[in-house]
């Protein structure tokens, strides 16, 4: 079977270095940070007082008041940046090409801020107070469901649930959907609302996110001193079709999207398998897939969550594939700034790793002081680096074992 060449032509985003895709990057590149202090849940009931929320988000920007009333935050970020990708992309989904236009957005745990409400208002008030719309803006595949209804796609629809891979998988997912010929176009990504006590207390009592309450410190990836992630919300949404639909409707092109690899570890619901074996795997079928050697790749952003092991077995992953290689490449995440998106972090970051080809830029990890003898790679360290970008490399590792890598390369 052919396959059919797939390109990037639209990006959208609300993140917590910026609500729209401009800002988000300008600020990326100027080292800003947007970890604060949480103000969405009591700092005083968590060993962890710092989050990466978005500001000044206002849905009525992005959709109807009363329709946002019944979306779950994350499925509001989701519309939000699928509009801001189809105007880039300068697509409006006719009838003529609705049913070849379809939808894959990823989240990894849903509407879990809605859960929490609601159930608080069974437990105080019982059953009769519970919203009718309860189950629609808790379940993950919502923020799909929500995009495709406003917008008026009709092909496949479908969400990825691989925690925070969910959205490296559903771009991965809904590139092969238009690769092998079941769909033309895909609004695909991640998006993501988990700013709220349960999470905050599930990942506390993991002990998987920092104490540190410097913002700018706190997320410090590959840093010897790291000592765990700040957590983060948004969406990240990008716009794919085929090479021909692209050149017909004059569209403007990013990036070509090559290659795509997904593995499991088969080894332990939270920490990576031993030496980022099933990482290495991951990134491998992404090259294969993109039939490119590892030399060919100059930037990597890193999954990098600033936890003493993702960081260490990333960095062993990277130069079990790359070899003499994996020294020459940039390399660097961007959690540093943007904090950890969950399952929105793989459609942030593939945002990124376009835009590091378009500008030819690779943006920093920042907070960097002390050198970690087990992560001696080119982190990109603190500053910008501007250099040739013709391929990038973005990689997402999420509980479960779930790994998934995906190739951009310059059109």
């Not at 960095?315 to 790359?322: L, P, Q, S």
């Amino acid at each position: 079977m052919t396959k059919r060449r797939v390109v990037v032509t639209g990006l959208g985003t609300v993140s917590p270095i910026g609500n729209d895709v401009k800002t988000m990057w300008d600020n990326l590149i100027a080292g800003e940070v947007g970890i604060g202090p949480v103000t969405k849940v009591n700092p005083d009931e968590f060993p962890t007082k710092l989050a990466a929320e978005l500001k000044d988000f206002d849905p009525a920007n992005y959709m109807d008041k009363k329709e946002a009333r019944r979306m779950d935050l994350f499925t509001q970020y989701a519309v939000a940046a699928s509009k801001m990708a189809l105007d880039d992309a300068k697509l409006e989904i006719t009838d003529e090409i609705a049913d070849r236009t379809g939808v894959w957005i990823g989240s990894g745990i849903g509407g879990m801020t809605t859960y929490e409400e609601q159930f608080r208002k069974f437990l105080d008030k019982g059953q009769r107070r519970v919203s009718p719309f309860f189950v629609p803006m808790m379940i993950p595949d919502m923020a799909s469901g929500q995009v495709s209804i406003t917008f008026g796609a009709k092909g496949i629809n479908s969400c990825t649930v691989t925690a925070c891979a969910s959205g490296t998988n559903s771009i991965g997912d809904a590139f092969k959907v238009i690769e092998r010929g079941d769909a033309d176009i895909m609004i695909t990504g991640g998006a993501e609302s988990p700013i709220n006590n349960m999470a905050f207390a599930g990942f506390s009592s993991m002990k998987a996110m920092t104490t540190n309450e410097d913002p700018n410190t706190a997320s410090r990836p590959f840093d010897k001193n790291r000592d765990g992630f700040i957590m983060g919300e948004g969406a990240g949404i990008l716009i794919l079709e085929t090479l021909e639909s692209a050149e017909k409707r004059g569209a403007p092109i990013y990036a070509e999207i090559t290659g795509y690899g997904s593995t499991g570890d088969a080894h332990h619901i939270t920490a990576p398998a031993p030496d980022g074996e099933g990482a290495a795997r991951a990134m491998q079928q992404a090259l294969n897939d993109a039939e490119m050697e590892g030399t060919s790749v100059d930037y990597i952003n890193a999954h990098g969550t600033s936890t003493e092991y993702n960081d260490k077995f990333e960095t062993m992953a990277v130069k079990t594939i790359f070899k003499d290689h994996a020294y020459k490449l940039g390399m660097s995440s961007t959690k540093s700034m943007t904090g950890h998106l969950l399952g929105a972090a793989g459609g942030l970051e593939a945002i990124i790793s376009i835009l590091s080809i378009k500008h030819n830029i690779m943006p920093p990890t920042t907070n960097y002081e002390t050198p970690d003898e087990d992560c001696d790679l080119d982190y990109v360290i603190n500053s910008p680096r501007e250099t040739e970008v013709n391929v990038a490399m973005s990689n997402s590792l999420g509980f479960g074992g779930h790994n998934a890598s995906l190739i951009f390369k310059k059109y």
